[in-house]
C-alpha cells in the first residue's frame, strides 16, 4: 500500500471545495494511505496565501521521501501552484470558469483575455508533469486539444452520481440558491430574475453568503444533513454563471430540484438527465430549448 501525503486547503464536509477534495481522495486513492494536512489557521488567510503554504509544506515532505498530492482551489489559471510543487505532485481536480457576459470592470477584462492564456500554458505544463490530468467538470474543454484528449479526463464530480427519475414529494419551497459574492458568479441579471419571482410570491431560501434583498430567507452556512433536508423540499435552483455542474447544483438535481441556468452553459449538459437542467434567457426573459 502507497502512502501519500496530502495538502487541502478546504477538507469540510459542508463546502464545495472540501466535498470535492475528499471525493478525489476516496476514488483516486482508495487503495491508498493518505494522510490529510488540512491547515487550521485557513480562518485567518485567504485562500490565495494558503496555497503558497501548501506548496512550502509539500516540499518539506518532499526531501522526506513521501509521496504527494495537492487538492482543492486548483483552478487552471494558478501557474504558481503547477510550477512550484515539488516533483511528482499529484493534482486534482482542476477547476477553472470562463467569461460568459459583458466586460464590466478590470477583473472581467482580466478574466476574459487573460485566463484564456494561462490556462493553454498551465495546461501545457500539467500534461508535462502528469500521465493524467483530471478536471473536475467540462467547463474548460474547448482548451483541450484533440491530441490532448486521451491525457484529459472531464467531469470528475459526475463520477457515481444517480439523478432521480422525476422531482416528486410535496414541495415547500419554490427555490433554493446558494450565494457566494463573487464577480464572475451572480450578476444583476440573477437579482432581477429573483426580485421578480419575490414579486410574484415565491418563497426563496438562500444558503451561503448572505443575499441583501427583501423577501428572501438566509440561512447562512448549514451542514450538508440541513441543506439536503432542505433541498428535497424545494422546486428549483438557480444556477451562477461560473459553471453549471457545481457539486451544489448537482446535490440539488440528486433531491429532486430542478435547476434553471443561463442558457449560454447550456454546451455543459451532454448526455446528462436533461430533464432537471431548464436553460433561460436572461435577455429575452424568456426560458429555452437546448
Same mark, same amino acid.
Given at each position: 500500500?502507497?502512502?501519500?501525503?496530502? +495538502?487541502?486547503?478546504?477538507?469540510?464536509?459542508?463546502?464545495?471545495?472540501?466535498?470535492?477534495?475528499?471525493?478525489?481522495?476516496? $476514488?483516486?486513492?482508495?487503495?491508498?494511505?493518505?494522510?490529510?494536512?488540512?491547515?487550521?489557521?485557513?480562518?485567518?488567510?485567504?485562500?490565495?496565501?494558503?496555497?503558497?503554504?501548501?506548496?512550502?509544506?509539500? +516540499?518539506?515532505?518532499?526531501?522526506?521521501?513521501?509521496?504527494? $498530492?495537492?487538492?482543492?482551489?486548483?483552478? /487552471? +489559471?494558478?501557474?504558481?501552484?503547477?510550477?512550484?510543487?515539488?516533483?511528482?505532485?499529484?493534482?486534482?481536480?482542476?477547476? !477553472?470558469?470562463?467569461?460568459?457576459?459583458?466586460?464590466? *470592470?478590470?477583473?472581467?477584462? #482580466?478574466?476574459?483575455?487573460?485566463?484564456?492564456?494561462? @490556462?493553454?500554458?498551465?495546461?501545457?505544463?500539467? /500534461?508535462?508533469? /502528469?500521465?493524467?490530468?483530471?478536471?473536475?467538470?467540462?467547463?474548460?474543454? %474547448?482548451?483541450?486539444?484533440?491530441?490532448?484528449?486521451?491525457?484529459?479526463?472531464?467531469?470528475?464530480?459526475?463520477?457515481?452520481? %444517480?439523478?432521480?427519475?422525476?422531482?416528486?414529494?410535496?414541495?415547500?419551497?419554490? @427555490?433554493? $440558491?446558494?450565494?457566494?459574492?463573487?464577480? *464572475? %458568479?451572480?450578476?444583476?441579471?440573477? @437579482?432581477?430574475?429573483?426580485?421578480?419571482?419575490?414579486?410574484?410570491?415565491?418563497?426563496?431560501?438562500?444558503?451561503?453568503?448572505?443575499?441583501?434583498?427583501?423577501?428572501?430567507?438566509?440561512?447562512?452556512?448549514?451542514?450538508?444533513?440541513? /441543506?439536503?433536508?432542505?433541498?428535497?423540499?424545494?422546486?428549483?435552483? #438557480?444556477? !451562477?454563471?461560473?459553471?453549471l455542474l457545481s457539486l451544489f447544483n448537482l446535490e440539488c438535481a440528486q433531491n429532486g430540484v430542478k435547476i434553471i441556468f443561463n442558457y449560454k452553459l447550456n454546451?455543459?449538459?451532454?448526455?446528462?438527465?436533461?430533464?432537471?437542467?431548464?436553460?433561460?434567457?436572461?435577455? %429575452?426573459?424568456k426560458f429555452v430549448k437546448y
Amino acid at each position: 500500500m502507497q502512502n501519500y501525503i496530502a +495538502w487541502c486547503n478546504d477538507y469540510s464536509k459542508n463546502t464545495g471545495e472540501g466535498k470535492l477534495a475528499r471525493k478525489f481522495i476516496k $476514488i483516486k486513492f482508495s487503495k491508498c494511505k493518505v494522510k490529510i494536512i488540512c491547515p487550521k489557521i485557513s480562518f485567518f488567510l485567504s485562500n490565495y496565501v494558503l496555497q503558497f503554504f501548501g506548496i512550502f509544506v509539500l +516540499w518539506y515532505y518532499y526531501f522526506a521521501g513521501k509521496k504527494l $498530492i495537492y487538492t482543492n482551489y486548483l483552478p /487552471l +489559471w494558478n501557474t504558481f501552484i503547477f510550477l512550484l510543487s515539488p516533483p511528482g505532485t499529484k493534482f486534482g481536480p482542476i477547476t !477553472g470558469s470562463i467569461q460568459i457576459n459583458k466586460i464590466k *470592470n478590470f477583473k472581467s477584462f #482580466l478574466r476574459f483575455y487573460t485566463f484564456p492564456v494561462l @490556462y493553454k500554458l498551465n495546461l501545457k505544463i500539467l /500534461l508535462f508533469r /502528469l500521465n493524467k490530468i483530471i478536471f473536475a467538470t467540462n467547463i474548460l474543454k %474547448k482548451y483541450i486539444s484533440k491530441k490532448d484528449k486521451k491525457k484529459v479526463f472531464i467531469n470528475f464530480v459526475l463520477f457515481d452520481v %444517480k439523478f432521480p427519475k422525476e422531482n416528486s414529494g410535496y414541495k415547500k419551497y419554490d @427555490y433554493i $440558491i446558494y450565494y457566494r459574492k463573487h464577480e *464572475n %458568479k451572480f450578476f444583476n441579471h440573477h @437579482y432581477d430574475y429573483i426580485r421578480n419571482e419575490i414579486n410574484k410570491g415565491k418563497k426563496i431560501i438562500i444558503v451561503g453568503d448572505k443575499f441583501n434583498l427583501k423577501g428572501v430567507q438566509n440561512l447562512g452556512l448549514i451542514s450538508s444533513s440541513k /441543506l439536503t433536508k432542505f433541498q428535497k423540499k424545494t422546486k428549483y435552483t #438557480l444556477s !451562477g454563471d461560473d459553471n453549471l455542474l457545481s457539486l451544489f447544483n448537482l446535490e440539488c438535481a440528486q433531491n429532486g430540484v430542478k435547476i434553471i441556468f443561463n442558457y449560454k452553459l447550456n454546451f455543459q449538459i451532454g448526455k446528462i438527465n436533461r430533464h432537471f437542467f431548464i436553460a433561460y434567457n436572461y435577455n %429575452k426573459k424568456k426560458f429555452v430549448k437546448y
